[in-house]
């Protein structure tokens, strides 16, 4: 299994302003996602963070709004750019392990845009 | 139509009960399928993988039928730490790339 971590655990923001993300995993994982959960709903894939290139965005992000970086195997930034209200969320990273499929997730960032 | 779907629940159940959640999936593609767990403000994680076979593990006990698209989870002797929220997971066209149900809810009471 991998274990993760994400940095902060939780923000308050002011609207406009842009908030970096950081995801460590405790071993060389082959894929990493970056997840949304709003409250009450279930999870949002925003894009696969690829090693060593542009990441991979679903339908409805965009790298303006959602820059995320990969320098390595094992690291990942989401940036949640120009905050708005609409932004508040929990921002979940994972990263898939040794079975296909099976995504290990971080602890989450809940994140409040007033 | 949502690309997997679930009843949300809440479903409330007596300790010891046996209790049964469904959920449907449209992308025919799909070829791995999951139940993940998530407690209240927590981040997922898997519960089991689901196999064309129908597996099992202790009290739960999870089925795939690929025909009518449908996977199912059935929990038997309910204990008050099975209440949490059971996420129906399905992967895009046999890639990692998973989607996820809008979760079933149980809450298990004395």
């Known amino acids: 299994s991998a274990v993760i971590s994400q940095k902060p655990s939780r923000d308050i923001c002011q609207r406009g302003t842009s908030l970096t993300i950081q995801c460590q995993v405790d071993s060389q994982v082959t894929m990493m996602f970056w997840y949304r959960q709003q409250p009450g709903q279930s999870l949002t894939l925003i894009a696969t963070?690829?090693?060593?290139?542009?990441?991979?965005?679903e339908s409805g992000f965009v790298i303006d709004k959602f820059p995320i970086s990969r320098p390595n195997l094992t690291f990942s930034t989401l940036t949640v750019s120009n905050m708005s209200p609409e932004d508040s969320s929990i921002y979940l990273c994972?990263?898939?392990?040794?079975?296909?499929?099976?995504?290990?997730f971080g602890p989450g960032t809940r994140l409040t845009v007033t | 139509r949502k690309e997997v779907e679930q009843d949300p629940g809440p479903f409330n159940v007596p300790e010891g009960a046996t209790v049964a959640f469904n959920c449907t999936y449209s992308?025919?593609?799909?070829?791995?399928f999951f139940w993940y767990r998530q407690d209240c403000r927590k981040e997922p994680k898997l519960l089991m993988s689901?196999?064309?076979s129908g597996n099992e593990d202790g009290r739960f006990t999870a089925q795939l039928n690929r025909a009518s698209q449908y996977i199912s989870l059935l929990i038997r002797d309910s204990k008050l730490s099975d209440s949490a929220t059971y996420l129906c997971v399905v992967n895009r066209n046999a890639g990692n790339m998973l989607t996820f149900g809008g979760g079933t809810r149980l809450m298990v009471k004395p």
């Open positions: 963070a690829n090693q060593g290139s542009e990441a991979t965005y």
């Open positions: 992308n025919s593609a799909s070829q791995s």
């Open positions: 689901v196999y064309s």
């Open positions: 994972s990263a898939i392990g040794q079975g296909a499929g099976e995504q290990y």
